[in-house]
């Protein structure tokens, strides 16, 4: 059965040339920059209204409330393992405690299979390679993006080839193991693993589709949902503030997308929110260039911090993300990994929610920001907890 996708074709984020989307396809041939997957929103908007939303009960439970904007064409491709439509938590109690009455956690670290965000990304991504004839998938990660891919593979039924850094979390490598998937462990971080995986798909005999975030197309589809759940849970009333902890940026660039492709919706009007970029003090490369108004992010030397997603030195979106923290008005923030313990235990204990570090980095952020004046206490402000804290238990016990 034909899903709503209103898919029409695929659009360089930087070269704007367009590519038919009915093919397996990484980055831009002309100027290897990621590609954006456009939609007939005219088409979109017809059946993707807020009251048609809200009767949705077939899908509530999944971001595949969204297919109008996602690129699934065959409901048989949509692989679902309950990924999205997460809590938003209006978080009272520690709203009182650090005087911003209205912040939120949107906590993507329960009911996202595999207990991260990666789960929104690879679902559409997977699912999307399943759909245009894909047997094996690679897929470099620092731990999360390796689990989701995993999962899907599995239960799809493709091959999936994950590379790790050597020293990531036992439970990473186990959960990777346990789905299924073939584990390669590299002397590196993230970057390091990419090259591998590279070179290993070159001398493979079955053909590996890289999964790659922003170097395939779809992740981002998935991520933006992130958006579009946002609006809706809020009464299509934006957040003043979005804080977001960023890696490779695929979240932030995502919703950024998801916002535009809303207002030309007609489903948003008023102002979009200011999106802030958290980065540890240990690997700040969009921090950096941020601060020193660059169009690109030098790499980062010596890139270590705990919390693995944000152990990034190098991202493709680099231009993506500091686009849209700047057309936003936003900011961006370096915490230390110090920071992140402290504010792991703060936000547990008074929502409820055990964050991973990259969660607790933007309760960090938000205390600098209200302390500085950038954020009002009377705004309303928005904290990304992208996965959950107890795949990462092993920091907290060797303290
Ligand atoms: C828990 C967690 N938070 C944040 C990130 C960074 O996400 P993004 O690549 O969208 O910036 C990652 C990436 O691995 C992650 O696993």
């Known amino acids: 059965m034909a899903t709503l996708s209103t898919l029409m074709h695929l659009e360089c984020s930087m070269c704007t040339k367009s590519f038919d989307a009915k093919q397996l396809i990484n980055m831009c041939p002309t100027c290897q920059s990621p590609l954006f997957a456009r939609y007939n929103l005219e088409k979109a908007k017809e059946t993707m209204t ?22 699934i064409q065959q409901k ?15 978080a009272k109690r520690l709203g009182d405690h650090i005087g911003c009455p209205n912040t939120f956690i949107k906590d993507e670290g329960t009911h996202n299979a595999t207990g991260s965000f990666k ?14 004839g894909a047997k094996a998938l690679s897929v470099p990660s620092a731990g999360n993006a390796a689990g989701a891919t995993a999962a899907y593979a599995a239960a799809a039924g493709l091959q999936a080839h994950v590379y790790m850094p050597q020293d990531v979390p036992l439970v990473f490598r ?6 299924g998937a073939h584990v390669t462990l590299v002397d590196g971080l993230i970057n390091d693993c990419g090259q591998r995986a590279k070179r290993d798909a070159e001398k493979s005999s079955i053909q590996r589709f890289d999964l790659s975030t922003l170097k395939e197309p779809y992740r ?14 809020l009464d299509w009333k934006l957040p003043d503030v979005i804080i977001y902890p960023t890696g490779g940026g695929t979240g932030l660039v995502g919703m950024w997308k998801a916002f535009s492709e809303m207002k030309q919706m007609g489903l948003l009007d008023g102002k979009r929110p200011r999106m802030v970029s958290v980065q540890s003090t240990g690997c700040a490369p969009i921090i950096r260039a941020f601060q020193e108004g660059k169009k690109h ?5 010596n890139a270590k911090t705990c919390a693995d997603g944000l152990r990034v030195p190098v991202a493709v979106g680099d231009f993506l993300i500091l686009d849209a923290l700047r057309e936003s008005g936003g900011t961006a923030v370096a915490v230390d990994d110090s920071e992140m313990f402290k504010y792991t235990k703060i936000m547990g204990s008074h929502t409820g929610i055990f964050p991973a570090p990259e969660g607790a980095a933007c309760l960090a952020a938000q205390i600098k920001l209200l302390k500085s004046g950038w954020i009002k206490s009377d705004e309303t402000v928005v904290l990304f907890n992208t996965g959950t804290g107890l795949k990462y238990f092993n920091i907290y016990t060797t303290m």
């Open 50 to 71: 807020p009251k048609a939303l809200k009767e949705r009960t077939h899908n509530t439970g999944s971001l595949w409330r969204y297919e109008e904007v996602l690129p």
């Open 76 to 90: 048989d491709y949509m692989l679902s393992l309950g990924e999205g439509w997460t809590m938003l938590h209006h």
């Open 119 to 132: 789960a929104r990304g690879l679902s559409v991504a997977v699912s999307r390679a399943y759909e245009l």
């Open 174 to 179: 186990v959960e990777c193991e346990q789905l």
């Open 220 to 233: 981002l589809e998935g991520k933006k949902t992130m958006g579009y759940e946002l609006a809706e849970q």
């Open 297 to 301: 992010a030098e790499p980062w030397e």
